[in-house]
C-alpha cells in the first residue's frame, strides 16, 4: 500500500492529528470524485484534492492543507490510480499519440 508520512501533522478541528496517508486500491470514488469536481470548478488542483481525500479518507479540508512543498509526494500516490489524460483542444481527452508540443 503506498504512503506518505507528512512532515508535520495537521491538526483537525477536533485535534485530530493527520500525518500519514496510505492509499489502498484505487476506487471510482476517487475518480468520480476528480472528475465532478473538475467540472464543476475546472481547477486541476480542487480535483486532485478531492481526489486524495476520497482515497484515503481525510476530510477535503485537511486534505487541503497539505503544505506545497509535500503535494508532489503526495499527488504521485493518486497519479497512478487516475488514467486521467491531459485534454486536447477540443476539450476531449488527447489520444496516446498525439503530438506533445
Sequence with gaps: MPSHVLKQPIIGPDNRQYVK????????????????????????????????????????EIVSKIPQSEMEAVSALVRPFSKIEAPGPTGEPSPPTSPTS
Aim: hydrophobic share 50%.
Design 21 to 60: 496517508l496510505d492509499v489502498p486500491e484505487p476506487t471510482l470514488a476517487g475518480l468520480a470524485s476528480y472528475e465532478m469536481v473538475m467540472a464543476e470548478t475546472g481547477s486541476p488542483t480542487a480535483a486532485l484534492i478531492a481526489m486524495i481525500a476520497a482515497e484515503v479518507g481525510w476530510p477535503r
